[in-house]
């Protein structure tokens, strides 16, 4: 765990580092007349323009190319890298329970909420797991109030789960209850098609 740990910090230093090249590189381009990465290099006559540094657009161009790309897969890795953390300690809470996490056991019963739906619509993945505005989240996937830092979270584990179901644990007027959730692509946005909020941990319930 603690490796799986260091290894993600290391993807998000690594990602930090490229988005700030990537801005350092956007700044060249704004410099140049504001060019981006679509703008002409050439004058109306076709020679190259005299008002930019030509070499430098293309340079900056190039690499921010390479970075978007390098970006992309860093993204990825980090995602991949979150959700084995995710689920190893998810593991090791069935292990330390000797049960698997469900609605009748003491381990459920001990789950924290810290997401709140406010927003469900219609035909949407989620209205159709049975979701609801009001609903209280305790368990989304591999993602408990433990482990939880915030919404991105949720966020990964939707993507690396798409067309997968998903496992849910809501309260709804003081009863739990277990939901199967399948993130995909239907008429709306997103693939969840609802709208989640952190509740933040007051002090006695850490």
Known sequence: ?????????????????????????????????????????VDVEGYPRADIDVYSVRHARHQIICLTNDHKAVMKDIESKLYQIHDCARKTQSISSGTLPSPSTSTAAKLRAFLKVNQVSTSSPAAQSGLQTG???????????????????ISLVVQHSKDKVVKLLVERDGQELRLELIPRVWSGRGLLGCNVVDIPLTDDSK
């Open 1 to 41: 765990m603690d490796e799986l740990q260091l290894e993600y910090k290391e993807l998000s230093k690594k990602k930090e580092e490229i988005e700030s090249q990537i801005a350092e590189l956007n700044e060249v381009l704004s410099t140049n007349d504001n060019v981006g990465m679509e703008g002409p290099l």
């Open 135 to 153: 609903d209280i989240i305790k368990q989304f996937g591999s993602v408990t109030a433990a482990n939880f830092k915030n919404l991105q979270d």
